[in-house]
């Protein structure tokens, strides 16, 4: 059964600092996700990391993937208000075979900046 | 421009009352997704479809069921409401899955905040 574990849960932050958020998960995977939801709100994509390595930036925000470790991070730099919300990683057990796209979710992290 | 549509937005249901929320999609995508989120618990997959007139569980789908009639409808009924469904429902639809690098970004609904008394 795979099991992914975010740390922090919850992440109060100063604006301007940078900190990291940390998915691992316990299954063999090469296809992570990164979401975010503001309150109340859906979720939205912010990242796809499809192989061991990859890394994706997106203004203040950079999501890396190292299948070995199975550990997934999302790196905030110089953290703003608007940066506020929950992020969730997901990851897809594809593994070579049809997963038929199910993700199995984080419990999320939930991030606040503070000025 | 609408994606996903999810309603209703919210309901309130009494123990043993049934209900149905609706899922409907404009992307002509493949792949549904029916979640449910509680605190502290990331989101869930209760049911999901592959295709027109094909559904399959996934990891909570007890006191669930679902059908998938129309590619753009996929519709989530519960027949007999438990407090223990409370909770926010979040439907999904993805292009395509299991093909070799695609990305199968899922795209989510506004979600369905249920709650059972």
């Known amino acids: 059964e795979l099991k992914v574990e975010q740390n922090p849960l919850f992440l109060s932050m100063q604006e301007g600092k940078n900190y990291t958020i940390y998915c691992n998960y316990s299954t063999t995977s090469d296809r992570l996700y990164w979401y975010r939801q503001d309150p109340g709100k859906s979720l939205e994509s912010l990242f796809v990391l499809l192989s061991n390595g990859a890394v994706k930036q997106e203004g203040r925000l950079m999501a890396s993937l190292d299948t070995k470790a199975r550990l997934s991070t999302l790196h905030i730099t110089a953290a703003v208000h608007d940066l506020s919300a929950t992020y969730f990683c997901a990851v897809d057990l594809y593994g070579g075979g049809t997963s038929y796209g199910k993700l199995t979710f984080g419990q999320g992290t939930i991030l606040t900046v503070h000025p | 421009n609408a994606g996903v549509t999810q309603t209703p937005k919210f309901r309130v249901l009494k123990t043993g009352q049934s209900m149905t929320l609706l899922c409907a999609q404009d992307m002509n995508h493949e792949y549904m997704y029916w979640y449910r989120q509680d605190p502290g618990m990331g989101l869930r997959l209760i049911h999901y479809?592959?295709?027109?007139?094909?559904?399959a569980k996934g990891e909570v789908p007890d006191g669930y069921n679902v059908s998938r009639l129309k590619k753009q409808n996929f519709l989530l009924g519960l027949e007999s409401a438990a407090p223990s469904q409370t909770s926010v429902y979040f439907c999904?639809?993805?292009?395509?899955?299991?093909?070799?690098?695609?990305?199968?970004?899922?795209?989510f609904g506004a979600g369905t905040r249920l709650s059972v008394l």
């Open positions: 479809s592959v295709g027109e007139g094909t559904t």
């Open positions: 999904a639809s993805s292009r395509l899955a299991g093909a070799l690098l695609a990305k199968n970004i899922q795209y």
